[in-house]
């Protein structure tokens, strides 16, 4: 197994516990279509411990609290706090004498609110196209890594650790810390982790869906390496820019 392999592996145990919560919830964050029409947005709430989930005339907060779910409800017919949780794999909140639930059906989710008629969401394709999120980690080489790195440490305050790189946590505008992490990682010179691209360097882009991503780039034209890793630290592939530089395009698991 790749060192890398094993880097993005113990990165995305980073906030695992409310993640995996959450991603329990029908919802990812992106672009959604409703009913096929009217466009919806899903993106990560404060401190990576709730979903907002928006459309033109409503915004639902929801927040997963281990068995017990939370969802304040603004709309033009008022603002409902509903508290529920999960009846197998609907959501399930009620509150104001009205209930409201979600579930996952094939590509879509699905969402009923009291006697509406219920409302199929369905990924936009801004979203599905696996547009990148996020730098998921910066790798470069050095003609002598072990003192690149050692600078970095003492004149920068980088932690670098034993694997040669060092993990930065994501936080929010007050500093708390979000799910997610950026890799920042020195190989040396002969390393061959950026082949067949002659570039001392490698940037990692965080997408949403890669296999629909890779779809497209190939469709566009652009260089494409076949391969394409798959493991439970994620999903990885490769593409080459313009300039020859070779990009790396990172799925990590659900809900990290």
Same mark, same amino acid.
Request: one cysteine or more; proline letters at 5%; a negative charge.
């Given at each position: 197994?790749?060192?890398?392999?094993?880097?993005?592996?113990?990165?995305?145990?980073?906030?695992?516990?409310?993640?995996?919560?959450?991603?329990?919830?029908?919802?990812?964050?992106?672009?959604?279509?409703?009913?096929?029409?009217?466009?919806? +947005?899903?993106?990560?709430?404060?401190? =990576? %411990?709730?979903?907002?989930?928006? $459309? #033109?005339?409503? /915004?639902?907060?929801?927040?997963?609290?281990?068995?017990?779910?939370?969802?304040?409800?603004?709309?033009?017919?008022?603002?409902?706090?509903?508290?529920?949780?999960?009846?197998?794999?609907?959501?399930?909140?009620?509150?104001?004498?009205?209930?409201?639930?979600?579930?996952?059906?094939?590509?879509?989710?699905?969402?009923?609110?009291?006697?509406?008629?219920?409302?199929?969401?369905?990924?936009?394709?801004?979203?599905?196209?696996?547009?990148?999120?996020?730098?998921?980690?910066?790798?470069?080489?050095?003609?002598?890594?072990?003192?690149?790195?050692?600078?970095?440490?003492?004149?920068?305050?980088?932690?670098?650790?034993?694997?040669?790189?060092?993990? +930065?946590?994501?936080?929010?505008?007050? =500093? %708390?810390?979000?799910?997610?992490? $950026? #890799?920042?990682? /020195?190989?040396?010179?002969?390393?061959?982790?950026?082949?067949?691209?002659?570039?001392?360097?490698?940037?990692?882009?965080?997408?949403?869906?890669?296999?629909?991503?890779?779809?497209?780039?190939?469709?566009?034209?652009?260089?494409?390496?076949?391969?394409?890793?798959?493991?439970?630290?994620?999903?990885?592939?490769?593409?080459?820019?313009?300039?020859?530089?070779?990009?790396?395009?990172?799925?990590?698991?659900?809900?990290?």
């Amino acid at each position: 197994m790749s060192r890398r392999l094993v880097l993005f592996g113990i990165l995305g145990w980073i906030g695992a516990v409310q993640a995996e919560q959450l991603s329990r919830v029908p919802f990812a964050p992106g672009a959604y279509l409703v009913d096929g029409k009217t466009e919806g +947005f899903c993106r990560n709430g404060p401190g =990576g %411990k709730s979903l907002i989930v928006e $459309t #033109a005339d409503s /915004i639902a907060v929801i927040t997963v609290d281990g068995a017990k779910a939370h969802v304040d409800r603004f709309a033009d017919d008022g603002v409902l706090r509903l508290d529920g949780g999960f009846e197998g794999t609907a959501l399930v909140v009620s509150g104001g004498g009205q209930k409201l639930a979600m579930e996952r059906e094939n590509d879509a989710a699905v969402v009923r609110v009291g006697e509406k008629p219920p409302q199929r969401w369905t990924r936009a394709s801004a979203a599905a196209s696996g547009v990148a999120t996020g730098i998921g980690g910066v790798f470069f080489k050095a003609k002598d890594a072990p003192a690149l790195r050692a600078w970095y440490k003492r004149h920068l305050g980088v932690d670098v650790q034993v694997w040669g790189g060092a993990a +930065f946590d994501w936080t929010d505008a007050e =500093g %708390k810390p979000v799910a997610g992490t $950026t #890799a920042w990682c /020195i190989d040396p010179h002969d390393s061959d982790h950026f082949a067949p691209s002659s570039a001392p360097f490698m940037v990692n882009y965080r997408v949403e869906d890669l296999h629909a991503l890779v779809a497209a780039l190939k469709e566009e034209g652009c260089a494409v390496l076949e391969k394409i890793d798959e493991s439970e630290y994620g999903k990885f592939a490769w593409v080459i820019d313009p300039e020859g530089n070779k990009v790396e395009l990172w799925q990590p698991p659900r809900g990290q």
